[in-house]
């Protein structure tokens, strides 16, 4: 009993607190304490609050995660109930804090950012909708959040783009993501601009979907250039921005090679164990923008004519920043396997894989 009663006091006395436990963050008119405090780990309370726009995504889903589990209040800001549920167990109680946000409404918007010191807007969409096109949502969108963000005096702000953001694009994706950092930085001139390159992992739209439709990525004959990157190293980025000093610069996050799609149908032929690819025909580029205009007739996203005009164009061959950050990007042979042994049969499940070679590319 008398040991039980030590223990307890001990417990509740906790870590002591020390000088680097506070963090001053300068707000448009004052600074604003923050004191980190209990034990490490998931119920660590790190005394920062953000506010992730776009956190119901693919990226925004390990981002969420990688920051509640450092002790952060997460603001999830959500359209469908059911998205932002998931979430929920990602962080200790009272942790995660969910939302409901309209990208018009500017109050909603100021609700979701008023007590937070870092916002990260990750919202954006690969296909137009009937109600938001890429400009609302990369352009306008970008925009308010960013302006909004301002005036509630957040001291810092974090804007997702694209590796291949250019004005000069012919995609007109790429285009509204070059105008919105460009609305971002207007309006939010210390903001941070990251441009990841096409991400893989477990839920992607790049592995996946080669498994699932190769024919869409013979396009171009498979020659486009592209640099994947895994998904967990750029959410591993954005999360050490947060207690790391103000950059604010752009941040280029290509994966660490240089492949083709032919290479990458080559590759998850060789993971999945199935020699699809090779049956699949190559689609010529006016087909397959008329299907994909045809398809947009249809309420359930299917390949768009600007992606198909993506899949035409080789990714940028900026440098990355990803010493500065200290991390080190995967390749996708590394972990190819992890995401796509779902796609083999029974009978091959644990068979070894032979990888293909790489062929040489001429940048
Ligand atoms: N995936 C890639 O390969 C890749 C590569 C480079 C850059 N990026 C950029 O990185 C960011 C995150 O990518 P991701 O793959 O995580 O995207 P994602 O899975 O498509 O998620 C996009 C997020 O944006 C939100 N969103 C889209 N349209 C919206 C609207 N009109 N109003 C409110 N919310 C809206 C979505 O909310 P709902 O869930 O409510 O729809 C979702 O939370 C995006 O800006 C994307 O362009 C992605």
Same mark, same amino acid.
């Given at each position: 009993?008398?040991?039980?009663?030590? @223990?307890?006091?001990?417990?509740?006395?906790?870590?002591?607190? +020390?000088?680097?436990?506070?963090?001053?963050?300068?707000? +448009?008119?004052?600074?604003?304490?923050?004191?980190?405090?209990?034990?490490?780990?998931?119920?660590?309370?790190?005394?920062?609050?953000?506010?992730?726009?776009?956190?119901?995504?693919?990226?925004?889903?390990?981002?969420?995660?990688?920051?509640?589990?450092?002790?952060? @209040?997460?603001?999830?800001?959500?359209?469908?109930?059911?998205?932002?549920?998931?979430?929920?167990?990602?962080?200790?109680?009272?942790? %995660?804090?969910?939302?409901?946000?309209? %990208?018009?409404?500017?109050?909603?918007?100021?609700?979701?950012?008023?007590?937070?010191?870092?916002?990260?807007?990750?919202?954006?969409?690969?296909?137009?909708?009937?109600?938001?096109?890429? @400009?609302?949502?990369?352009?306008?969108?970008? #925009?308010? %959040?960013?302006?909004?963000?301002?005036?509630?005096?957040?001291?810092?702000?974090?804007?997702?783009?694209?590796?291949?953001?250019?004005?000069?694009?012919?995609?007109?994706?790429?285009?509204?993501?070059?105008?919105?950092? #460009?609305?971002?930085? !207007?309006?939010?001139?210390?903001?941070?601009?990251?441009?990841?390159?096409?991400?893989?992992?477990?839920?992607?739209?790049?592995?996946?979907?080669? !498994?699932?439709?190769?024919?869409?990525?013979?396009?171009?004959?498979?020659?486009?250039?592209?640099?994947?990157?895994?998904?967990?190293?750029?959410?591993?980025?954005?999360?050490?921005?947060?207690?790391?000093?103000?950059?604010?610069?752009?941040?280029?996050?290509?994966?660490?090679?240089?492949?083709?799609?032919?290479?990458?149908?080559?590759?998850?032929?060789?993971?999945?164990?199935?020699?699809?690819?090779?049956?699949?025909?190559?689609?010529?580029?006016?087909?397959?923008?008329?299907?994909?205009?045809?398809?947009?007739?249809?309420?359930?996203?299917?390949?768009?004519?600007?992606?198909?005009?993506?899949?035409?164009?080789?990714?940028?061959?900026?440098?990355?920043?990803?010493?500065?950050?200290?991390?080190?990007?995967?390749? %996708?042979?590394?972990?190819?396997?992890? *995401?796509?042994?779902?796609?083999?049969?029974?009978?091959?499940?644990?068979?070894?894989?032979? *990888?293909?070679?790489?062929?040489?590319?001429?940048?």
């Amino acid at each position: 009993m008398i040991l039980l009663r030590v @223990q307890r006091s001990l417990a509740a006395a906790g870590p002591k607190r +020390a000088y680097h436990d506070l963090v001053t963050l300068p707000t +448009a008119n004052t600074t604003k304490p923050i004191v980190s405090h209990g034990p490490p780990g998931y119920s660590a309370v790190s005394g920062h609050v953000v506010t992730i726009f776009g956190c119901t995504g693919f990226l925004g889903r390990y981002l969420a995660s990688k920051l509640a589990k450092m002790g952060t @209040q997460v603001i999830v800001p959500y359209r469908e109930e059911e998205d932002a549920r998931i979430m929920k167990p990602m962080g200790d109680l009272g942790q %995660i804090v969910r939302m409901e946000w309209d %990208i018009r409404n500017d109050a909603q918007i100021a609700e979701c950012v008023r007590h937070s010191d870092i916002v990260y807007n990750l919202v954006g969409r690969d296909y137009e909708t009937k109600n938001f096109d890429f @400009q609302s949502v990369h352009v306008a969108g970008a #925009e308010k %959040i960013a302006a909004v963000s301002a005036d509630c005096g957040v001291p810092r702000f974090v804007h997702v783009s694209h590796l291949n953001a250019s004005v000069d694009s012919p995609s007109k994706f790429y285009q509204t993501k070059a105008l919105g950092e #460009e609305r971002v930085k !207007a309006v939010f001139p210390t903001a941070t601009i990251v441009r990841p390159g096409a991400m893989y992992g477990f839920e992607d739209k790049l592995l996946n979907n080669i !498994a699932v439709s190769p024919w869409w990525w013979k396009l171009n004959g498979g020659k486009t250039q592209i640099r994947p990157v895994h998904v967990l190293d750029v959410a591993q980025v954005l999360a050490d921005l947060m207690p790391t000093p103000q950059m604010s610069r752009t941040l280029s996050l290509p994966g660490p090679s240089t492949l083709t799609y032919e290479y990458l149908l080559d590759l998850v032929s060789a993971v999945t164990l199935r020699s699809f690819h090779s049956y699949a025909p190559a689609v010529p580029r006016g087909v397959a923008t008329t299907i994909a205009k045809i398809a947009q007739n249809v309420w359930w996203p299917l390949i768009s004519p600007d992606e198909v005009t993506r899949r035409h164009l080789n990714d940028s061959d900026v440098p990355g920043d990803w010493t500065e950050l200290g991390i080190t990007p995967t390749e %996708i042979e590394a972990l190819a396997l992890t *995401f796509l042994r779902r796609y083999r049969s029974t009978d091959t499940y644990t068979d070894p894989v032979a *990888f293909p070679t790489r062929p040489a590319i001429s940048v």
